[in-house]
């Protein structure tokens, strides 16, 4: 199979499975370096206008003591359940000829977007967009200016206008800073990007009396579970385990299942 075939297999296979748990299928990645690492992001349904899953959710909001608190986060065991049932799936689909890690996850605070339809409800967060080339885009406003030509871009997302998004650059600081450069807000077409991401930046909590060590910030770029984990269990065809992170600022967790397979064939 392609590997285009196989992402569509995989998200056939998925999507009813997610369904059934009450969760959606976010996306999936297939990664080839050495062996074959399949990635699934599952995730909690999102209310219209609201972010998916932990990011949608606002401590400060007053509710009855008898209020039903919704889930944030897919659990770790509704991702081994997934892991376990689209394993056994995959080996029958014989999608890979060579032994494959499949790792069913949330897609965590440093969620990977698989589409510009995924963002709107991350307006006025900060986004990096990892270009395939170097890119001098154009100004959003229409108006001339001297652009850099970056492979990389930061900054906050302003808008995603069908297949292009829109991003006012900027740096963040050691500290955890987020600083805006001295540039106008840029379009990026989505075509042009190899992997955009939301990036969660925090800073880490000052000493009384002392000021912000080097290195006191912390910016992570990476869409899968964070934070120490723990891997419990084996199963058939190889390693099944599973992943349970902290909570970094007292956020919710990401969950996360780890399965080896082999294709029988």
Avoid at 32 to 50: E, I, K, N, W
Avoid at 80 to 88: A, C, P, T, V
Avoid at 177 to 190: H, M, Q, S, T, Y
């Amino acid at each position: 199979m392609t590997e285009e075939a196989c992402k569509n297999a995989i998200i056939r296979l998925v999507e009813p499975l997610a369904h059934a748990l009450g969760l959606v299928l976010w996306g999936v990645e297939i990664v080839r370096a050495g062996r074959v690492l399949v990635r699934v992001y599952v995730d909690v349904p999102a209310l219209p206008g609201q972010a998916n899953g932990l990011e949608a959710a606002n401590p400060t909001d007053p509710s009855p003591d008898d209020a039903v608190t919704p889930a944030l986060s897919a659990s770790l065991d509704q991702c081994e359940k997934i892991s376990r049932q689209l394993g056994l799936a995959l080996d029958v689909e014989d999608c890979f000829a060579d032994p494959y890690v499949l790792e069913v996850s949330t897609p965590g605070l440093t969620r990977v977007f698989f589409s510009p339809e995924q963002m709107p409800p991350y307006v006025g967060q900060v986004v990096e967009a990892r270009l395939e080339r170097p890119l001098v885009p154009e100004a959003a406003d229409a108006a001339p200016a001297d652009l850099p030509a970056r492979r990389v871009w930061r900054g906050v997302l302003q808008a995603a206008e069908g297949a292009a998004f829109v991003l006012a650059p900027v740096q963040v600081s050691q500290e955890g800073e987020v600083l805006p450069e001295d540039l106008p807000a840029v379009r990026i077409p989505w075509e042009a990007a190899r992997r955009v991401s939301r990036m969660y930046v925090f800073r880490k909590p000052v000493k009384p009396g002392k000021g912000a060590g080097k290195g006191a910030g912390k910016q992570s770029g990476k869409g899968a579970a964070e934070g120490p984990g723990k891997k419990t269990g084996k199963g058939k065809g190889g390693r099944r385990g599973a992943d349970a992170d902290g909570q970094p600022d007292a956020a919710p967790e990401s969950a996360a299942a780890t399965a080896a397979g082999r294709n029988p064939g």
